[in-house]
């Protein structure tokens, strides 16, 4: 597995993980790939959605690694309350067997900020972990758009939020909406990466967003992507 500087580098806290799956053998595995990686940390297990929501209060993790189908409580309810909840919530993603399941668009509807399939190779196991926990792009934007297309449920009028966006910050949603970072759209716009990191906060503040997963998904349902 190769790192970048700024994966590691001198001042950068270890991310830390916490792994939530009722299949032990999984977890060991998932523990087994991310300890094996520098500068990430897997603190906590939990077996369960309510082990899952105490273990994150517990241990104050920077991502989570949720299966989407548990005991006592699922994934989806377990991620609400950790997102509801806590003051500053660790970044959740949701593991799947299949990517094309109404349970994972629930998730991310309830605030996961991405989904991982649980035959995804180790790199990219290490890569969901590392985007979500450090960078500004999103996570799958394919297989999001393709979530939202098949399970999304459009509003019948457009919310009020459409009308507010500026020219430049539709422009810089519909840019979000295909995966690039800031500093990718800054070059597509031929402006800063601070202006459109302003420009992305002022999205995210319109649409009642907490990430950039959850203004895409409005994006879509509320037909903003298809006016495009």
Not at 26 to 49: C, D, F, K, Q, Y
Not at 132 to 137: E, F, G, K, P
Not at 141 to 157: D, Q
């Amino acid at each position: 597995m190769t790192t970048t500087p700024e994966d590691t580098g001198p001042g950068r806290a270890a991310i830390r993980v916490v792994l939530a799956d009722d299949e032990r053998m999984v977890r060991t595995a998932l523990r087994a790939i991310l300890s094996a990686e520098p500068g990430i940390e897997v603190v906590g297990e939990a077996a369960t959605g309510a082990e899952a929501v105490s273990a994150v209060r517990e241990l104050r993790p920077d991502v989570v690694l949720m299966d989407v189908r548990m005991p006592e409580v699922d994934g989806i309810r377990a991620t609400e309350q950790i997102l509801r909840t806590m003051p500053e919530p660790p970044r959740v993603v949701v593991v799947t067997t299949f990517e094309n399941d109404s349970y994972v668009y629930e998730a991310l509807r309830a605030g996961a900020a991405g989904f991982l399939l649980k035959r995804a190779d180790a790199d990219s196991l290490v890569q969901a972990v590392r985007i979500v926990a450090h960078s500004d792009s999103l996570l799958f934007p394919a297989a999001v758009r393709a979530l939202a297309a098949e399970h999304g449920r459009p509003e019948p009028e457009p919310p009020a939020w459409v009308a507010r966006l500026t020219a430049r910050e539709s422009e810089v949603l519909r840019w979000m909406a295909t995966g690039l970072t800031n500093a990718e759209i800054a070059g597509r716009m031929g402006v800063g990466a601070a202006t459109v990191k302003t420009h992305v906060a002022s999205v995210l503040a319109k649409t009642g967003a907490r990430d950039r997963t959850q203004a895409v998904i409005a994006a879509y349902e509320s037909g903003f992507m298809e006016a495009a």
